[in-house]
């Protein structure tokens, strides 16, 4: 019989928002940019921009639309809470 390891515990985790930029390849009309309401739009180039505040179930629930409406997911980056760019 294996012995199992204890299950990693989570509950001192920060789950506080971090600000995050998701580039996404392709201009993104009004239609498709309703499915990110808590997200800031634009263009940048050839691609879209998505900026805002999310926690990791949120950012998870981003990366997840973005594959089901199959757009491509060209950069995820996070950035300091304090950083305008």
Known sequence: MRAHRAAADYSGVDPASA???IRI????GPTLLSAFPALVARR???DTVL??????SALYGVLAEIEA???ELLEVRRK???DDH
């Open 19 to 21: 600000r995050y930029l």
């Open 25 to 28: 390849n392709g201009h993104l």
């Open 44 to 46: 940048q180039g050839p």
């Open 51 to 56: 900026t805002g505040a999310l926690d990791r």
């Open 69 to 71: 409406l199959g757009l």
């Open 80 to 82: 300091p809470m304090s």
